[in-house]
């Protein structure tokens, strides 16, 4: 890309920027007006919105400036700084997710070295921000459902990390970049048709991965935090308006963001068969392919969310400490066997 | 306890105390377990069982018919006998009410309540027993000087509930009970809503149509109507 | 202790302030959660008031009459046939249930007996808000727990039920289709078969909640084991229907006290479950639903012909005398005890409603639960607060 456009940096730097900007919110409502509207309502056997634009697509922008028209509310006791700042961070750590996610040989924001491991870090930021929603809303079901999202982001960190670790071992870099290429390159069992995908040797990792960030998304059924018919919404129980609106957006792009990287990891990523890595056409076709792995994944989320009940925080601790961890670690010691032998 | 057939006439009962033979001897059962608590009792063929304890028993006799089997706590409320002096808010020749101008201190009419009663408020409460498939009604008259009984709530839990209910509606008091607090009214609410002299507010302000809305039939008609009717009753089988 | 100089008695003085302060600072102090009035596990305005330590609920108190409509003082000024519009209002998802046990009682004391084809369609029409009732809360029990889809099955296919109920009288919610002697009008023509197909699609949804909720890991983990309530405890209380049930008391009064209607013409099986847990409550109302869809089949096997309606006079006067009728309504034991005086209108209406004692135990199963489980036992309690606050 550079070598065809030949871009200064600053010029770059604003497309990204750009890209990024719009993607996200793209994202989220590709998943929302998907998964949402039309699969949920499928599923429930009720028709979705299907009167506003062709099949009900535009529902989505009447949603939005539904929100953006609402009035912007204060609880009286709220800490006023905090309140407002919450759903900002929640949002500014989904936005810093996508810095890393490749779709193309060149098509990303910032190929770090150490791409997974920042990717890790910066998606446990919105723990900060649900728990500031939920201290500062001054709302008892907030504080509870605030609780509930750190105690639950915490135990499930620990298994996302440690699955990730597997694909890690083996493609042997934390850069995203090198991961795809390592999956592409690879071979298995000598036949490199379809390079190789970490799912073939990693599904328990990929099944790990998947459960966490199920919780991670705080998606059924681990949405305790939100939990509607217990705490009412939890942590954005005080929020209206856009600031709720922002929250909305957050957890969908997060959704799409899980969905890409364990596209990425997993899945192979934007690679498709037949290509070289570099192709310059890979940075065309990439982003599509990539999209339609992340809608795959999506849909193994939301299907999970629509079908199955909550579980109670208590039995969440033990899934995720007595059986998801010791299940990764299991996972990481295997694969580093494997890795030395072969 | 007793085996008996059931009843022909009734259907089949499963378990005893079902069936008036049943409810007969149930009867006799109950009057030999609380000796001289029970003041009367009232066998409603085909219904019911009533008994009439005393009042200053009320615990015991709860307490000794939960040993016999009657474990299942049904329901507790009271009876209001007083002819209320608004009457039934309905201006028709069936309307018992007394004149406001008579000035006459309320009444107490409880002729047609069942196993009798001497008093304004009644108890009134209801135990199964499942297991033997019976059922009986316990009624126990509450002093009018001092409306206050024992509470039940150490031997049905569930009492607890609906003496606060009872508490609240008719003002009656129960020793023992640790919280009386209202249970649907607001805490600020005066009076005994289900007492007979207290006023239906609502049909003071606006009187009640009652019965009016039934269209009377001219009289020369009515032979003529019933006649139909009742041809047509017999033709369709004639409620057999 | 004993000063030996004020020095000393106030250095003691302080350091047991400062002991104070420092056992203050650490005191977690409890919390008082108030779930409810408007919540949307409550179905309408029931507020629980909770005492919580962390997430764990130290006594919990409902508190109601947000709904208290006082219909035993209006029933008292209104007529017998105008009652049974009030009553229907109780329990608002199984109307015509609520009427069956009022009219008995007022039967009981006119002495008169609705024919028999008339006592058929009553219990079909029982068993059908029976069903249509049971159905939601199978539905609803899924939302309670976090799963959203089985509850919008549960709408779609109660809305059969619905429709059969409309047929026969009228109405969806409030029919007030059952008149002292009989009913208001016969069965219209093809309702019978109609009726058929519509129970073999319910027993097609009580599979699907089979699968979906009952068979459900998840579910399990969530319904079993909590809110146990032993028998003897539920007897005392006053619970009934399938809650009672639930905890493995074999009782029915459809069977063990039936006041008149057609259940004992027909072969059905009360189902127990020894467990007593928010998961017994669950599968006996599911059985019991099932069954339900096979009792009015066999209902309408039977149906004999003949008049709907007895001989009673135009207007109802009611004769002297007292009646309690109950009938195992789809929350449990509903019951009227009714005082009449020999006028148009009953002189005392004594309205014994299963809700009322169901979530009476509240105080008792709800000690030492969890928030979540708070939800799922008022779930599986099964209430409809017309019914508790009359």
Redesign the interface.
């Known amino acids: 890309m550079n070598e065809l456009l030949a871009l200064v940096y600053w010029q770059e730097t604003a497309i990204k920027l750009g890209v990024a900007l719009a993607v996200i919110p793209t994202t989220s409502l590709i998943l929302v007006y998907l998964f949402l509207f039309k699969m949920?309502a499928f599923?429930?056997?009720?028709l979705g919105p299907n009167d506003t634009g062709p099949y009900g697509s535009l529902q989505l922008i009447a949603e939005a400036i539904k929100f953006l028209q609402k009035e912007d509310i204060h609880p009286s006791q709220a800490d006023r700084r905090v309140f407002r700042m919450a759903p900002v961070v929640v949002l500014a750590s989904t936005f810093l997710l996508y810095v890393v996610l490749p779709a193309g040989p060149d098509a990303i924001v910032e190929n770090l070295d150490t791409g997974i491991f920042y990717a890790m870090a910066v998606s446990s930021l919105s723990v900060l921000g649900i728990l500031m929603a939920g201290w500062a809303s001054a709302n008892?079901?907030a504080l509870?459902g605030g609780l509930?999202a750190a105690g639950q982001l915490i135990a499930y960190e620990l298994p996302l990390i440690l699955a990730v670790m597997g694909v890690v071992i083996q493609a042997g870099t934390l850069n995203l970049q090198g991961i795809v290429v390592a999956q592409a390159t690879g071979e298995i069992f000598g036949w490199g048709a379809i390079g190789h995908p970490f799912i073939l040797t990693q599904f328990v990792g990929l099944f790990i991965f998947l459960i966490a960030a199920q919780a991670e998304l705080t998606q059924?059924?681990f949405?305790?935090p939100v939990?509607?018919?217990?705490?009412?919404g939890g942590f954005h129980i005080e929020y209206t308006g856009f600031r709720f609106l922002l929250f909305f957006m957050a957890e969908f792009g997060t959704a799409f963001a899980f969905s890409a990287l364990a596209s990425v990891m997993f899945l192979g990523g934007w690679w498709i068969p037949g290509f070289d890595v570099d192709d310059n056409i890979l940075n065309i076709l990439g982003p599509g392919v990539m999209l339609g792995k992340i809608l795959l994944i999506a849909f193994l989320i939301f299907w999970v969310r629509?079908?199955?009940?909550?579980?109670?925080?208590?039995?969440l601790q033990k899934f995720a400490w007595k059986f998801l961890i010791p299940l990764s670690l299991v996972n990481i010691v295997l694969t580093g066997v494997f890795k030395v032998v072969f | 306890m007793s085996d008996e057939a059931p009843d022909n006439d009734e259907q089949v009962a499963i378990g005893s105390g079902q069936g008036d033979a049943g409810r007969e001897a149930l009867r006799s059962e109950l009057e030999d377990l609380l000796g001289a608590a029970v003041v009367d009792s009232h066998l409603q063929e085909g219904q019911n069982l009533w008994l009439r304890v005393e009042a200053g028993r009320w615990q015991d006799v709860a307490r000794s018919l939960k040993g016999a089997g009657f474990n299942y706590f049904g329901f507790l409320s009271a009876i209001d006998w007083t002819v209320a002096p608004e009457g039934r808010y309905e201006d028709t020749e069936f309307d018992a009410g007394l004149d406001d101008e008579d000035g006459e201190p309320v009444a107490i009419d409880n002729t047609t309540g069942h196993a009798g009663g001497d008093t304004r408020f009644q108890l009134l409460m209801q135990l199964h027993a499942p297991a033997r498939g019976a059922a009986v009604l316990v009624k126990a008259d509450v002093p009018d000087d001092a409306p206050v009984i024992d509470t039940l709530r150490d031997v049905f839990p569930g009492a607890d509930w609906h003496e606060r209910e009872t508490h609240e509606m008719f003002g009656i008091g129960f020793t023992g009970h640790p919280q009386l607090v209202p249970i649907y009214l607001p805490t600020e609410f005066e009076g005994h809503p289900l007492r007979k002299d207290f006023p239906l507010l609502a049909r003071h302000v606006k009187p009640w149509p009652g019965v009016v809305d039934i269209e009377e039939i001219p009289e020369h008609l009515e032979a003529e109507l019933e006649a139909a009717v009742m041809a047509e009753f017999e033709a369709s089988g004639g409620g057999e | 202790m004993t000063a030996t100089s004020d020095q000393a008695q106030r250095a003691y003085v302080a350091a047991q302030a400062a002991d104070a302060r420092v056992n203050v600072e650490l005191d977690t102090g409890d919390m008082t959660l108030n779930i409810g009035p408007q919540h949307p596990a409550t179905h309408g305005t029931l507020r629980i008031a909770c005492q919580l330590d962390g997430e764990q609920v130290i006594m919990a108190e409902p508190i109601m009459g947000y709904m208290h409509r006082g219909y035993e003082k209006l029933c008292e000024v209104r007529t017998y046939p105008q009652c049974t519009t009030l009553i229907n209002r109780i329990d608002w998802l199984g109307s015509f249930a609520n009427e069956v046990p009022f009219i008995l009682a007022a039967e009981q004391l006119m002495e008169v007996e609705a024919p028999p084809r008339a006592q058929w369609i009553r219990t079909i029409l029982f068993e059908l808000s029976r069903i249509a009732n049971l159905a939601l809360f199978l539905g609803d029990m899924g939302v309670q727990v976090g799963a959203l889809t089985p509850v919008f099955f549960a709408f779609r296919d109660r809305e059969r039920v619905l429709n059969q109920i409309e047929a026969a009288t009228g109405g969806r919610f409030h029919p007030n289709f059952d008149r002292i002697g009989g009913l208001k009008d016969d069965l219209p023509k093809g309702w019978i078969d109609e009726t058929r197909a519509v129970m073999a699609k319910m027993r097609g949804f009580c599979d699907e909640m089979e699968d979906l909720l009952v068979g459900n890991e998840i579910f399990q983990t969530r319904c079993r084991g909590v809110g146990v309530i032993p028998a003897d405890v539920a007897l005392g209380y006053g619970l009934s229907g399938a809650n009672l049930r639930a905890s493995g008391v074999d009782w029915d009064l459809r069977r063990d006290a039936n006041p008149g209607l057609a259940w004992n013409e027909i072969d059905w099986r009360v189902w127990t479950h020894p467990d007593g847990d928010s998961f017994a409550r669950y599968w006996v109302r599911l059985q019991e639903t099932r069954e339900a869809t096979y009792m009015v089949e066999k209902l309408l096997d039977g149906l004999p012909g003949g008049p709907i309606m007895a001989k009673v006079p135009r207007i109802i006067k009611v004769p002297a005398g007292e009646a309690y009728v109950s009938t195992e309504n789809p929350l449990g034991e509903m019951g009227y005890y009714v005082v009449s005086k020999g006028d148009l209108g009953p002189f005392r209406v004594k309205i014994r409603t299963p809700s009322f004692n169901n979530i009476s135990i509240v105080p008792w199963v709800m000690k030492g639960v969890y928030v979540p489980d708070v939800i799922t036992i008022l779930g599986s309690l099964y209430f409809i607060l017309g019914d508790i606050d009359r």
Request: without cysteine.
């Open positions: 949920m599923m429930q056997s009720r008892k079901y509870l509930r059924t059924p949405d305790m939990a509607e018919t217990e705490l009412v629509f079908t199955y009940p909550r579980l109670r925080e208590d039995q």
